[in-house]
C-alpha cells in the first residue's frame, strides 16, 4: 500500500516554479523521502531524496516539514521537458529501499 | 540513458506463450529490482536481488513468473502460459549495495499479449 498522498494532476507555467505537494502522516522515524519522476514511455528517474533536512541539488529542492508528516519538492524554473508524472515514495533500509509506488501527480508545464 | 538496458523494449505474444525478458544492470550495481506498471498506475515491485541471491518476491509474482540473475550479472523474467492480464511494461532497476539510495530504472520492456 502507497503511504504518500498525492493531488492527481495539476498544471505550472514554463519558467515558473512548480511545487509539488506530498503528504506522509504515517512516515516511520527510519523512513525517507524520495522523488522520482517519469516522463511518457520512459522509464522513472530518480530525482532527490531526504530524511528530515532539506534538501537541494541540480534538478530540485525538496523541503521536509518539521514533524516529517508532509513534504513539498519544487522545480525552480520548470520547462516543457519536465512535463511527467511524480512519485513521492517513503522507504527505508528494513525494506531494503524496495519503492512502492503510488499514483503520483501528473504535471504539465504549459508554454 | 541511466545505463540500465533492457531486451526486447517490445513484445507481442499470444496467450500461452513464454516470454522472457532480459535486463542488463550497471556493473557494478549490486541490487537488482524488477517491477511490473500498468496502463495509468505506478510500477508495482515484483522481486529484486542482491547479487546472484533473490532475496524477495511479491505476492504479485505468481508460479507463472521466474526471475533469475546468473552470476551476479544481467536478470533474466520469464513469463510461462502468458494471460492477457500480464500485458504491462516490465521494468528492470539497480542500485549500488552501499551508500547509495537512488535506483537506476531502464526503459523498460512493454509486453503485449493478444
Known amino acids: 500500500d502507497a503511504k504518500t498522498t498525492q493531488p492527481p494532476s495539476m498544471d505550472c507555467a514554463e519558467g515558473r516554479a512548480a511545487n509539488l505537494p506530498c503528504n506522509h502522516s504515517t512516515i516511520s522515524v527510519n523512513e525517507y523521502v524520495y522523488w522520482y519522476r517519469q516522463i511518457h514511455s520512459q522509464g522513472p528517474q530518480y530525482i532527490i531524496h531526504g530524511l528530515k533536512n532539506n534538501e537541494t541539488n541540480e534538478m530540485a529542492s525538496l523541503i521536509i516539514t518539521e514533524d516529517r508528516k508532509s513534504s513539498t519538492l519544487t522545480l525552480p524554473h520548470a520547462t516543457l521537458r519536465d512535463t511527467a508524472v511524480y512519485y513521492c515514495i517513503v522507504g527505508d533500509r528494513n525494506n531494503d529501499y524496495k519503492l512502492s509506488f503510488g499514483a503520483g501527480t501528473t504535471v504539465t508545464v504549459r508554454a | 540513458d541511466t545505463g540500465v538496458s533492457q531486451d526486447p523494449r517490445h513484445k507481442i505474444t499470444k496467450r500461452g506463450q513464454n516470454v522472457t525478458f532480459r535486463c542488463d544492470p550497471i556493473?557494478?550495481?549490486?541490487?537488482l529490482y524488477w517491477y511490473r506498471q500498468t496502463l495509468g498506475q505506478g510500477p508495482e515491485f515484483l522481486t529484486y536481488f542482491q547479487n546472484e541471491a533473490q532475496l524477495e518476491k511479491s505476492r504479485l509474482l505468481s508460479d507463472r513468473f521466474s526471475a533469475e540473475r546468473p552470476k551476479g550479472s544481467f536478470s533474466t523474467l520469464e513469463i510461462q502460459r502468458t494471460e492477457q492480464g500480464d500485458s504491462a511494461m516490465y521494468l528492470c532497476a539497480t542500485r549500488a549495495l552501499a551508500g547509495q539510495y537512488e535506483q537506476y530504472f531502464g526503459p523498460g520492456t512493454r509486453l503485449t499479449v493478444t
Open positions: 556493473s557494478e550495481h549490486n541490487r
